[in-house]
C-alpha cells in the first residue's frame, strides 16, 4: 500500500467513525436509560453532547490547519476518540457519558474536515467527486453495520458501550495509518476574486435544505424504534434493524448516483430526490405491520439517492469558483441539522408523542423539497435572463 492509499483509506475511516458513533443511537438509548434509571427522552438528549460537538469541531476546523498540519490533527483527534469510548465502558455518571461523547463529537467534526482536506489536496478534479461520493459510500456502510451490531449487543444483553469499542478498533487502525504516512501540506491557496463573489439566492436555499435534511432524517432514526416497540409491540431486534436497512438502501442509492446524475442532471435528481426522500418517508409512520417496516425503511434509504451530496454539488454550482469556506459553510449547514436534533427532537417527544415526531420528519423534508424546488426555479429564471 502506497502513501496515497495510506492516507485515502484513513480519510474513509474517518466518515467511518463518524457514521458508527450516530448510527447506534436509537438503538442503545433505551439501554442507557435502564441503565441509569433515567427516561428515554432524557438518554436520548445526551446525545446532544455529541452532535453538538461535531458542530463545534466543524466550527474549529476553519482555523485549525493555519496552526497545525493534517497529520498532527489526525494523531491528536483520533487519540482522544480512542481514550474516550474507553472511558465509556468504565464511568458511572450520565453527565460523564455526556462530556466524553461532546469530546469524541468535536474530534470527529475535526476528523472529518481534515479527511475531506485530504481528499480534496490528493485527488484532481476529475477524480475528486467521485471520491467524495465514496466517502458517503463509506458513511452508509458503517451506519448499517454498526446499528446492526449495536442491536445484536443489545439483544445479547451486553454493556450498552460495547457497539463503541468496536469504533475504537477503528481509530487504532486510523492512528497507525497516519503514523506511517505522508499528509498533503495545508499553506493556504492564493486569494482569488471567487473569494469575495456574493452566495446567491439559491446557494442559501440549499444550504437551509440540507439543515432540513439532517434534521428529518436525525428525527425519524431516532425516535422510530421506539416508537414501533413502545406502539406497535416490536422487538428489541426488530427495532433495531430498521435503522440498519435505512443504511443499507442508502448506501445502494449513493452507488447508483454516479449513473443517475450523468443521465439526468444534477438540476433534475436534487428535484427527484427531494421529493422521493419525503414521499417514502411517510409509509413509515402511516403503516402498523411491523414485518412491512424494514422493507420500508430501506426503500426510504434508497429514495434518498444520496441527497446530501447531490444537494451539495447543485449548491456549489452557483458560483463560478468554490472557495473552502462556502463548502464549509454548506458542510456546517448539514452538521447543525445533526447537532439539534437529539435535543430538539427530545423536546417535541415530551411535548407530543414518539408518533408525532416522525410526522415532524416528514414535515421538514416537505420543507426541503420546497426549498428545493424554488432554489431550481431561481436558477433557470436568472440563467434565461
Not at 85 to 106: E, K, N, P, R, Y
Not at 278 to 304: D, E, K, R
Amino acid at each position: 500500500m502506497d502513501n496515497r492509499q495510506r492516507i485515502t483509506l484513513a480519510s474513509f475511516l474517518a466518515y467511518f467513525v463518524m457514521s458508527a458513533m450516530l448510527a447506534p443511537m436509537p438503538i442503545i438509548s433505551a439501554p442507557i436509560a435502564e441503565t441509569f434509571g433515567t427516561s428515554i427522552e432524557d438518554a436520548t438528549a445526551q446525545f446532544s453532547w455529541l452532535t453538538m460537538g461535531i458542530l463545534v469541531g466543524a466550527i474549529v476546523a476553519l482555523v485549525i490547519f493555519d496552526f497545525l498540519r493534517i497529520r498532527s490533527v489526525f494523531l491528536l483527534v483520533y487519540t482522544t476518540i480512542l481514550v474516550c469510548l474507553l472511558t465509556l465502558m468504565f464511568t458511572d455518571s450520565l453527565g460523564a457519558i455526556g462530556v466524553a461523547l461532546g469530546i469524541v463529537g468535536v474530534c470527529c467534526g475535526l476528523g472529518l474536515a481534515a479527511a475531506a482536506l485530504v481528499i480534496s489536496r490528493t485527488y484532481e478534479t476529475e477524480r475528486r467527486a467521485s471520491m467524495l461520493v465514496i466517502t458517503d459510500a463509506s458513511f452508509s456502510v458503517a451506519g448499517f453495520t454498526f446499528a446492526a451490531a449495536a442491536t445484536a449487543f443489545v439483544v445479547a444483553g451486553l454493556h450498552w458501550a460495547t457497539v463503541y469499542q468496536l469504533v475504537a478498533t477503528v481509530t487504532v487502525a486510523i492512528l497507525l495509518l497516519a503514523l506511517f504516512s505522508t499528509f498533503p501540506s495545508t499553506a493556504p491557496a492564493r486569494e482569488t476574486t471567487a473569494s469575495q463573489e456574493a452566495w446567491p439566492l439559491p446557494y442559501w436555499l440549499c444550504l437551509g435544505a440540507l439543515f432540513l435534511y439532517t434534521l428529518g432524517q436525525y428525527s425519524m432514526l431516532l425516535w422510530l424504534p421506539n416508537y414501533t416497540q413502545s406502539q406497535l409491540g416490536a422487538s428489541a431486534d426488530q427495532a433495531g434493524r430498521l435503522v440498519s436497512m435505512f443504511w443499507t438502501g442508502l448506501f445502494v442509492a449513493q452507488l447508483l448516483v454516479a449513473w443517475w446524475v450523468r443521465r439526468i442532471g444534477v438540476q433534475r435528481l436534487v428535484l427527484v430526490a427531494g421529493t422521493m426522500t419525503c414521499l417514502f418517508s411517510i409509509p413509515l409512520w402511516t403503516t402498523n405491520a411491523i414485518g412491512a417496516l424494514p422493507a420500508l425503511a430501506f426503500l426510504w434509504g434508497l429514495a434518498n439517492f444520496g441527497l446530501l451530496k447531490v444537494v451539495l454539488s447543485f449548491a456549489t454550482q452557483q458560483v463560478r469558483l468554490p472557495t473552502p469556506r462556502l463548502v464549509s459553510a454548506l458542510l456546517l449547514g448539514a452538521t447543525l441539522g445533526t447537532a439539534v436534533s437529539p435535543w430538539v427532537t427530545s423536546r417535541i417527544v415530551l411535548a407530543t408523542d414518539n408518533y408525532f415526531i416522525l410526522q415532524f420528519s416528514t414535515a421538514c423534508y416537505a420543507a426541503l423539497a420546497a426549498l428545493l424546488f424554488f432554489a431550481v426555479r431561481t436558477q433557470r429564471t436568472v440563467a434565461a435572463d
